[in-house]
């Protein structure tokens, strides 16, 4: 159980364009997704937490018109790189929030990531 | 500013032998301690989470945690060169945010 899978795995744009990155839960419902990015050598990035049916809540620094997030239901989120420039190309891993059987406490699992690169 | 913080390593071990990581975190009030294991270029793998003091023990890996000390250990027993790779320390303070280490990169070595 807890499998969360992404797609596409890796895509290519050109400078200009726009790119949506789909990320689903297979086996559970996760009404908290994460949207992280991560560059080579380094750490992950939080970049914005997406909630089921609400607007998704963006860390500082993170522009919200460029990264548009859509969790239109309790196993989908959506990332969608807006114009997407060459300084976008990166890592970006999601992950969803599972319940645990202990009460309050949750599980993060990630999905396979999508290396972007625009051209 | 609520951190958790592991040494960068690399750490090298020979095969067979016992990987010790260790993760400290600044907020008292951590509720959930989670490790992760990521191979170059692959995304974090849910490795072991605790939630209560002392061990806890999967396989080959232990977690411990000491919250009066506020620190949370992984020991892989047995190491195996497809242990190497970089271990991520997560804590969860009941918000919905977690808080991750940088990463222990472990090396195994043949």
């Known amino acids: 159980g807890a499998v969360v899978s992404q797609h596409p795995s890796w895509v290519i744009c050109k400078s200009g364009t726009s790119v949506k990155i789909e990320c689903r839960s297979l086996?559970?419902?996760?009404?908290?997704m994460f949207w992280y990015r991560q560059f080579p050598k380094q750490s992950l990035m939080l970049m914005a937490t997406s909630n089921e049916g609400s607007k998704a809540t963006y860390e500082q620094g993170v522009e919200k018109d460029k990264f548009l997030i859509n969790h239109a239901s309790l196993t989908l989120s959506t990332l969608t790189v807006t114009s997407a420039h060459p300084e976008d190309s990166s890592f970006y891993i999601c992950?969803?929030?599972?319940?645990?059987?202990?009460?309050?406490?949750?599980?993060?699992?990630f999905g396979p990531g999508t290396r972007l690169t625009v051209t | 500013q609520k951190e958790v913080e592991q040494n960068s390593g690399p750490l090298s071990v020979p095969e067979g032998a016992i990987a010790s990581l260790n993760c400290t975190y600044s907020?008292?009030?951590?509720?959930?301690f989670f490790w992760y294991r990521q191979y170059s270029g692959k995304s974090p793998e849910l490795i072991m989470f605790i939630y209560s003091n002392g061990d806890k023990e999967d396989g080959r890996f232990t977690a411990q945690l000491n919250k009066a000390s506020q620190y949370v250990s992984l020991l892989i027993r047995d190491s195996q060169p497809s242990d190497s790779a970089t271990y991520l320390c997560?804590?969860?303070?009941?918000?919905?945010?977690?808080?991750f280490g940088t990463g222990t990169r472990l090396k195994v070595l043949a």
């Open positions: 997560a804590v969860n303070s009941g918000t919905y945010k977690y808080i």
């Open positions: 907020d008292r009030g951590s509720q959930s």
């Open positions: 992950s969803a929030r599972r319940t645990s059987g202990i009460s309050s406490s949750y599980e993060q699992y």
């Open positions: 086996d559970f419902q996760a009404t908290t």
